[in-house]
């Protein structure tokens, strides 16, 4: 039969939002873009100084314990985050990678004042990564951490590369962020988590206005993610919904990407469905095309292209 130009443009909508968008659909080969895992064989990949067994909280969160929540909601492909407890040791993230191809992208951490960084990075990129994940700890002088020379060359390489720079950071580092922004323009960056907004109590409107100051700069993106962690940290999550929306009106859907922060999210009475429901089904002042881009584009533009190298 022949394709009439308007029924042509009507199927090319429905391929680029999601036919699966419907209320309740579970469907529509979702990312995930932020999850940790790690193993219990610590013989084999060792823990970094300073971490014990005992900091290991589940005991195991492999890819296929992952799955199993995942995958039921439609979530086919996912962002590994360099887990803490290996530090700059990215052998276990890697070799899952490898043995789960095309299933998985990464974010790898680096120890930014090593010697050889930017080669260190060029090989985490070769071996899929496109990411690197920056992160304050303990650190007082935040201005002295993000201005070091290391993290100049960690941003301006992260450009090169063509991946991103992803900081893990409290509020109160948003307006140094945003300074860094300007200095680096042509770097990828994705804050974690909303910038953590309501993890110690209800977020300051003030706050919210630094994160969204950042919408300024053209490759800043945001993760809308950890609702366990957040607000009320209670499902269905749905006093998250007006940052949500005042992320989507700054940003726009193409800059912002959903994540389970798994295994923390299926801990403690969570679990991954609601994680996902409150953007895939619950929020009304989402479009489909607004989901399309949360549930999948973004993150399969940022986290699944090609590299430079």
Not at 75 to 81: A, E, G, P, S
Not at 145 to 170: D, H, Q, Y
Request: a positive charge; hydrophobic letters at 45%.
């Amino acid at each position: 039969m022949k394709q009439t130009r308007r029924s042509f443009l009507a199927s090319s909508a429905a391929a680029l939002t999601g036919c699966s968008l419907l209320p309740g659909s579970r469907g529509g080969n979702w990312i995930d873009a932020h999850v940790h895992v790690w193993t219990p064989d610590v013989e084999k990949y060792p823990l970094a100084r300073g971490y014990a067994v005992s900091d290991m909280r589940p005991p195991s969160f492999t890819p296929e314990q992952l799955f199993a929540h995942c995958r039921p909601e439609g979530v086919n492909r996912v962002v590994l985050i360099q887990m803490s407890y290996y530090q700059t040791d990215n052998s276990y993230m890697l070799d899952m990678m490898r043995a789960h191809a095309g299933v998985f992208s990464g974010v790898a951490i680096v120890d930014e004042n090593a010697e050889g960084v930017a080669e260190t990075m060029r090989g985490l990129v070769k071996q899929g990564v496109r990411g690197f994940r920056i992160n304050a700890g303990k650190e007082k002088n935040l201005s002295a951490w993000l201005g070091s020379p290391g993290m100049a060359t960690l941003w301006k390489t992260a450009a090169e590369l063509k991946v991103s720079v992803c900081p893990l950071i409290n509020p109160d580092t948003l307006p140094l962020l945003d300074k860094m922004c300007e200095w680096y323009p042509d770097t990828s960056v994705v804050v974690d988590h909303f910038a953590r907004l309501g993890m110690a109590g209800p977020a300051k409107p003030a706050e919210v206005q630094s994160l969204l100051r950042l919408a300024r700069h053209a490759k800043t993106h945001v993760k809308a993610s950890a609702f366990y962690a957040l607000g009320a940290k209670k499902a269905p999550y749905l006093d998250m919904g007006p940052l949500i929306r005042q992320v989507r009106d700054a940003f726009g859907p193409q800059r912002v990407m959903w994540a389970s922060d798994c295994p923390f999210q299926v801990e403690h009475g969570h679990d991954y469905h609601h994680a996902i429901a409150i953007i895939r089904d619950r929020l009304d002042f989402l479009s489909a095309e607004d989901k399309a881009w949360m549930l999948r584009g973004t993150a399969e533009k940022v986290f699944f292209s090609a590299a430079a190298v």
